[in-house]
């Protein structure tokens, strides 16, 4: 990637060089229109440097995700890194109550896909260098000026301003270009942390995804792709925040074994870990996502819980409305970082989102309460999810593109 560039005046800035911003930027290029575009991370970018944190996490990509990459041109590079998943078991640990879903009662191939994180933002890194979009590298904005006909950024000791019709932030959540805009976040930290590792297993996974919930918070395990012939699946094991600190301590006999107590054996046994990782569960909703020429993208706009793995998939949809509209806006010769452009931007993104944000708030709440009714009404529902087809496919639609579709749609 582009490490500097003399140019200082854009059409758009993108605060942000993770797979969202990245996807942004490049969604812009495709559109061949000759948006003048820049990205500032403040990250290294360097692939050796070992002050980098390595993101350890592994991401369930939706059908939509997956067409946003392919259209994109980056999916055939990226497929062989991708774990199809065929069906999907939700279980209630401890009761009755359990759903299993298939990508043939949906007449699709899979449900979804399963990649490491870090495959993503380098296929989409390597892209941008192809489309030579500049890049700032560990760069952050120091402070941020609105004005009627754009928005500049201060970046700090000997480093440029930068100036721009649009400031799109991506930066993630607890965004701190955000917090210099004065935008409001609505935080919750629920005193948790979710633990990621790949676990080796004794047997192939059969592409099947686990959603297994437990009084302290609910399990994961999505299947990957085989290591040097050895199959593999992707834990995220979301505990308060004391067991994980003690849960990161164990050697990894330990670990495995207090894993294996916590799952059972449905996926067989347990037989390594890899590198562990942890991360503090915090979800956020900004307050505002749009003002006139700043836009909020994301984590910055919306920081999800992880149960069902429905953040990034909605932020590519955000941000792939955004890239639309935006290309329209200009088209029609309109002002496409205006209050009105954005304002219809957000708009239409609005039912899904309230939709998505509302699932993933409610679901882990609804498994932690552990009242004898609570039981009984949620594992009564995951039967007749189990049972009922039609609603079965209803179930996995939303999963696949985000939104509920009437059987004549599946």
């Known amino acids: 990637m582009s490490d500097a560039t003399e140019q200082t005046q854009f059409d758009i800035v993108v605060v942000g060089g ?112 192809r489309a030579k979009i500049p890049i700032f590298w560990s760069t952050t904005v120091s402070a941020v000026t609105l004005g009627i006909d754009g928005v500049t950024l201060n970046l700090g000791h000997k480093q ?63 299947p990957l792709t085989a290591c040097a012939g050895s199959p593999r699946a992707a834990l995220v094991w979301t505990q308060a925040t004391a067991r994980i600190d003690a849960l990161m301590q164990l050697d990894d006999v330990d670990f495995i074994g207090a894993l294996q107590e916590e799952f059972g054996y449905r996926c067989g046994v347990f037989k390594s870990v890899g590198m562990r990782a942890c991360y503090p569960i915090n979800t956020s909703v900004a307050e505002e996502q749009i003002r006139h020429r700043v836009v909020l993208v994301g984590n910055s706009a919306h920081h999800l819980h992880p149960v069902a793995g429905q953040g990034l998939n909605l932020a590519l949809r955000d941000v792939a409305s955004l890239a639309e509209r935006l290309a329209r806006a200009r088209t029609e010769g309109l002002d496409y970082a205006s209050v009105k452009v954005l304002e219809q931007y957000r708009k239409s993104r609005f039912e899904d989102q309230r939709r998505v944000i509302g699932f993933t708030q409610h679901v882990p709440k609804l498994f932690a309460n552990r009242s004898p009714v609570w039981i009984t009404g949620r594992n009564t529902g995951l039967l007749a999810l189990d049972l009922m087809a039609p609603m079965r496919r209803r179930f996995m639609h939303f999963g696949m593109v985000g939104q509920p579709s009437s059987e004549r749609h599946v």
């Open 160 to 222: 440029p301003h930068v100036s721009a019709k649009l400031l799109v932030v991506a930066d993630g959540g607890a965004s701190e270009t955000a917090a210099k805009l004065g935008i409001h976040t609505a935080n919750d930290d629920l005193e948790q942390k979710a633990l990621v590792a790949n676990i080796g297993l004794a047997k192939t996974h059969a592409g099947i995804a686990y959603e297994r919930f437990t009084a302290a918070g609910p399990l994961a395990l999505l």
């Open 18 to 129: 993770g797979i969202v911003g990245l996807s942004m930027a490049l969604l812009l290029a495709q559109q061949e229109m000759g948006w003048r575009v820049l990205v500032l991370e403040a990250r290294s970018g360097h692939p050796n440097n070992d002050n980098e944190p390595f993101d350890a996490r592994t991401t369930a990509l939706s059908s939509h995700s997956r067409n946003l990459f392919e259209a994109l041109g980056l999916w055939p590079a990226m497929q062989k890194y991708a774990s199809h998943i065929h069906s999907i078991h939700v279980s209630d640990r401890g009761h009755v109550g359990m759903a299993r879903l298939h990508a043939a009662d949906a007449s699709v191939d899979a449900l979804g896909f399963v990649m490491e994180n870090h495959i993503m933002v380098d296929a989409l890194g390597q892209s941008l260098v």
